[in-house]
């Protein structure tokens, strides 16, 4: 994704937006642009339902949060939510880590002994994946991708908003390779997140200018 797209120059902007702003986006999230109150200046930023759904997304972090840059954070794995939900499970409960959990129920399983049930909390994720994102940016996948965000918001765990425009562009993608990545990101062995990869502003910037678009991209860019 090119650092040339207006949208994503808007993220990397979004903590110099005004609280009203902010809590106008806060608002519409689930909403269609059209439908939403104060908010019909973003269609000079994007004309994309999921672009709008992003932002709204992101703006339920607080103002306090998003202007500290805690409502974003890379992750090295590609998966955005896949990542952040893996981690606010294991902040939440060591033993609900699905990176451990899945190893040690095969391992029960392997000894013949009785295997534990899922976590509601990995459930929840699980019947996301299976959401579907209507057109228009509204649709069962932003209810529950909205709670989910909340969530997050409420016990300071980061999303990387980048790569969540990234995704939802593609969600919609016949071949699913975006839940494929969440899953993955979700249930693989987590990877220590660098300082100074947490807060990204306008210092991401030089990353994103380096990243060429794959082929890959170009055809998530056209999902819509």
């Known amino acids: 994704m090119s650092s040339d797209d207006p949208f994503i120059r808007y993220l990397y902007s979004l903590k110099q937006e005004d609280t009203g702003t902010l809590a106008a986006l806060r608002r519409a999230c689930g909403q269609r642009l059209a439908e939403s109150r104060n908010c019909q200046n973003f269609a000079s930023i994007s004309s994309r339902p999921a672009d709008f759904f992003t932002a709204t997304l992101a703006a339920q972090y607080s103002a306090a949060q998003i202007k500290a840059g805690r409502h974003h954070a890379r992750y090295d794995y590609r998966g955005s939510i896949g990542s952040a939900w893996a981690r606010f499970c294991r902040e939440r409960d060591r033993d609900q880590d699905p990176a451990t959990f899945y190893r040690r129920r095969q391992e029960a399983l392997a000894r013949g002994q009785d295997s534990a049930r899922s976590p509601a909390i990995h459930e929840r994720f699980r019947t996301l994946l299976d959401a579907e994102l209507e057109i228009d940016g509204t649709g069962e ?61 306008n210092s991401d910037m030089e990353e994103v200018k380096n990243e060429g678009q794959t082929d890959e991209d170009q055809g998530e860019i056209h999902a819509d």
């Not at 969600?171 to 990204?200: H, L």
Request: contains cysteine.
């Open 141 to 201: 996948l932003a209810y529950r991708l909205r709670g989910l965000v909340r969530m997050c918001a409420a016990t300071e765990v980061p999303i990387d908003v980048i790569q969540l425009a990234h995704d939802l562009r593609g969600w919609r993608a016949e071949s699913r390779y975006v839940q494929e990545r969440w899953a993955r990101a979700f249930y693989g062995q987590p990877k220590k997140i660098a300082k100074d990869q947490v807060a990204a502003g």
